[in-house]
């Protein structure tokens, strides 16, 4: 079966630190990772993913996450967090096969970035 | 930039009492979703839809719930029968193509409460 893990509930960073919110997964065959970002009272905002080719995949607001395949891990990663970032991360996966690949959740991991 | 709409933003209800959630997907893509989030757990998938019918749909999708397209904007998610543990956030999504390969866009969700 399916699965995705987010081991951490929270992570705290200082502003200006590099941050790393971590997710792995379990999945027959290739998958297809997510990661949104839910903002208090908002909906679930699409910031990357990875479908092939380079493992490094860039996304929003200086955003990036490294798949790695032996590990089975797409930990989302920051250079530089600003307290903006402050929020709910969620990795999610969607299985390379079948016919319509719903996406599977990780709980959440809640980023607080602190000034 | 084109967005998932949802209405309402807060639904309250009695226990027994049918309620329908609506949203606009974008408005070129061709596959919907329903997934809800009860407070503090993960986000499950209930429901997609392509070509005017259910693809694919989760074992909490029963008999009370019931999705439909009924004109060429707005995909709705109907509860027959409302139970306390019915109460979450319910989010639409939309994307142009099969999950996975294509992202998924959500909405900023309904927080249904069932009194």
Same mark, same amino acid.
């Given at each position: 079966?399916?699965?995705?893990?987010?081991?951490? #509930?929270?992570?705290?960073?200082?502003?200006?630190?590099?941050?790393?919110?971590?997710?792995?997964? @379990?999945?027959?065959?290739?998958p297809y990772l997510f990661?949104?970002?839910?903002?208090?009272?908002?909906?679930?905002?699409?910031?990357?993913?990875?479908?092939?080719? #380079?493992?490094?995949?860039?996304? @929003?607001?200086?955003?990036?996450?490294?798949?790695?395949?032996?590990?089975? @891990?797409?930990?989302?990663?920051?250079?530089?967090?600003?307290?903006? #970032?402050?929020?709910?991360?969620?990795?999610?996966?969607?299985?390379?096969?079948?016919?319509?690949?719903?996406?599977?959740?990780?709980?959440?991991? @809640?980023?607080?970035?602190?000034? | 930039? *084109?967005?998932?709409?949802?209405? *309402?933003? =807060?639904?309250? &209800?009695? %226990?027994?009492?049918?309620?329908?959630?609506?949203?606009?997907?974008? $408005?070129? =893509?061709?596959?919907?979703?329903?997934?809800?989030?009860?407070?503090?757990?993960?986000?499950?998938?209930?429901? $997609?839809?392509?070509?005017?019918?259910?693809?694919?749909?989760?074992?909490?999708?029963?008999?009370?719930?019931?999705?439909?397209? *009924?004109?060429?904007?707005?995909? &709705?998610?109907?509860?027959?029968?409302?139970?306390?543990?019915? $109460?979450? %956030?319910?989010?639409?999504?939309?994307?142009?193509?099969l999950a996975g390969r =294509? &992202?998924?866009?959500?909405? *900023?969700?309904?927080?249904?409460?069932?009194?």
């Amino acid at each position: 079966a399916q699965s995705v893990a987010q081991p951490e #509930d929270q992570v705290n960073v200082a502003e200006g630190n590099p941050l790393t919110v971590k997710c792995t997964y @379990s999945v027959s065959g290739n998958p297809y990772l997510f990661w949104y970002v839910q903002y208090p009272n908002r909906g679930l905002q699409f910031l990357l993913k990875y479908i092939t080719g #380079d493992n490094l995949v860039k996304g @929003s607001y200086g955003f990036e996450a490294e798949f790695n395949k032996s590990q089975t @891990s797409f930990h989302l990663k920051k250079p530089s967090a600003l307290v903006s #970032d402050s929020a709910l991360y969620f990795c999610a996966v969607g299985p390379n096969a079948g016919n319509n690949r719903k996406l599977i959740w990780g709980l959440g991991t @809640s980023l607080a970035v602190n000034p | 930039e *084109p967005e998932v709409t949802q209405t *309402p933003s =807060h639904q309250v &209800t009695q %226990m027994g009492q049918e309620v329908i959630l609506r949203c606009v997907p974008i $408005s070129n =893509h061709l596959y919907f979703y329903w997934y809800r989030q009860i407070l503090g757990q993960k986000v499950e998938f209930l429901v $997609s839809f392509y070509n005017n019918e259910i693809s694919e749909k989760s074992e909490i999708f029963d008999d009370q719930f019931s999705v439909e397209r *009924p004109d060429g904007s707005n995909f &709705t998610l109907k509860i027959r029968s409302t139970k306390l543990e019915d $109460s979450a %956030m319910y989010f639409c999504a939309s994307s142009e193509g099969l999950a996975g390969r =294509h &992202t998924q866009y959500f909405g *900023p969700g309904t927080r249904l409460t069932v009194l």
